[in-house]
């Protein structure tokens, strides 16, 4: 059984930077495909970036230039960088691993980890 566990979520400043980071107990984030996802209340899970175990990657278009996924095998971690934040981007972030359907369909999924970001 695979358990992601996200951290470095918190409260930044509009125009501020976050990093989230994503790793697992079974020491299996390496051999799957990754992705972060976040949701809002009342809104539906979405798709924010993806990267294969080769790094290609995929994003959103409303997080595209600002945020960047990254992957340390070597570590078993999976990482987005979140930049020039804004109050929009306020949700829990969710760690996902394992494509289904590439890229936005995943079979493991963390708790999630809230990112606040204040005007």
């Known amino acids: 059984q695979v358990h992601l566990v996200e951290s470095g979520g918190g409260l930044a400043q509009a125009g501020g930077s976050l990093r989230l980071s994503c790793t697992d107990s079974g020491r299996t984030v390496s051999r799957y495909a990754g992705a972060w996802f976040r949701q809002t209340p009342g809104k539906e899970r979405e798709f924010v970036a993806a990267i294969t175990r080769s790094g290609d990657t995929a994003y959103a278009d409303s997080v595209k230039g600002r945020f960047t996924i990254s992957r340390d095998n070597a570590k078993d971690t999976l990482y987005l960088q979140m930049n020039s934040l804004k109050p929009e981007d306020t949700a829990v972030y969710y760690c996902?691993?394992?494509?289904?359907?590439?890229?936005?369909?995943?079979?493991?999924w963390g708790q999630g980890v809230q990112v606040t970001v204040s005007s």
């Open positions: 996902a691993a394992d494509a289904r359907r590439w890229p936005t369909e995943f079979n493991r």
